[in-house]
């Protein structure tokens, strides 16, 4: 697998890659937005680590750039830590966010996290069929990957994936961020739990329609989320 290391600092990015090549990934690096560019679109990647404050083309507007193409992961690794930053990044597709100074260690857990295959949700038979929310108008396909909502897909991130396919595994129990954590994302996901109210957020926006305003997913004030529709099925 391959990691387009994007970071304008040379030392910072040797870093990532020396660490990210010990554990067998190939990569690749850009000091530059625009290079970033010119790289993804030459040679592609399988997961992106992206600092914000770069030249010539800023990592938001990479970030926004890539994510109009292509679901692959996206890790904001920035010196802008703040709340505001962390759910800016996040709601301009960014799948998770490490704030300078880092732990390279963590970073990496992060990096295996996002590419760890879905087993959480996977069927365990080839051809399973998808799971039906909604009356049936949603479709949760586990071995495509792949959200849709009256048989067209839904462009969503693999965590929102994860997470909406975590909620229709059992559609009557209300899930707790720090459980949808530990579920979709992976126990070694080591992010804030507040950012599932984000990922939730960007699907609700994604599924929402006249009389199902929030994409129906409900919040149960207090304990967490869950599906609005109990008629989930096999």
């Known amino acids: 697998m391959k990691i387009l290391i994007v970071e304008d600092e040379p030392a910072i990015a040797e870093v990532v890659a020396a ?24 040679e592609g990647a399988d997961l992106v680590v992206l600092d914000l404050m770069l030249p010539k083309l800023r990592g938001e507007e990479v970030c926004r750039r890539i994510r109009a193409r292509s679901q692959v992961p996206i890790i904001m690794l920035t010196a802008k830590g703040g709340e505001t930053d962390v759910v800016s990044g996040l709601d301009e597709g960014a799948n998770d966010y490490v704030s300078k100074p880092f732990s390279p260690r963590v970073l990496m857990a ?10 959480e949700v996977r069927p365990k038979s080839e051809g399973a069929a998808p799971l039906l929310c909604a009356g049936g108008r949603i479709e ?5 990957v792949e959200l849709r909502k009256d048989g067209t897909p839904i462009p969503v ?4 994936f994860l997470i909406f396919s975590t909620l229709a595994s059992r559609p009557i129990r209300t899930w707790s961020r720090d ?13 804030f739990d507040r950012t599932v ?8 926006k994604k599924l929402a329609e006249p009389g199902h305003e929030n994409g129906w997913i409900r919040t149960v004030y207090g304990f967490g989320y869950r599906l609005d529709d109990a008629e989930t099925q096999p």
């Open 19 to 42: 660490y990210a090549q010990r554990e067998g990934y190939e990569t690749s690096w850009a000091p530059d937005g625009l290079t970033a560019m010119a790289l993804w679109e030459s």
């Open 110 to 119: 992060r990096i295996r996290a996002q590419l760890r295959p879905a087993r």
């Open 140 to 144: 949760i396909d586990l071995e495509r």
């Open 157 to 160: 991130t693999r965590s929102e």
């Open 179 to 191: 459980e949808i954590i530990r579920t979709a994302l992976g126990e070694d996901y080591e992010g």
């Open 197 to 204: 109210d984000t990922y939730i957020k960007n699907l609700r």
